[in-house]
């Protein structure tokens, strides 16, 4: 799954994630967890990347 580090499962545009593969859009993690920050999720703004990390 995981090609030059790369895994082409996961697309991500989050470049200032430390995940991020950032030459292309793609994430680094073998997998990752998403999430919600809501009650009742209703639109995809509802949903998160939980193993998001603030690049240092
Ligand atoms: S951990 Fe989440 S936000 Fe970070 S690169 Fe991977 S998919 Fe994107």
Known sequence: MLANGINECIQCSIDNCEYHAK??????????????????????ECTDCESFKNQA
């Open 23 to 44: 030459k292309e859009d793609y994430c680094t993690l073998d997998r990752i967890k998403v999430g919600t920050h809501e009650q009742n999720p209703t639109q995809k």
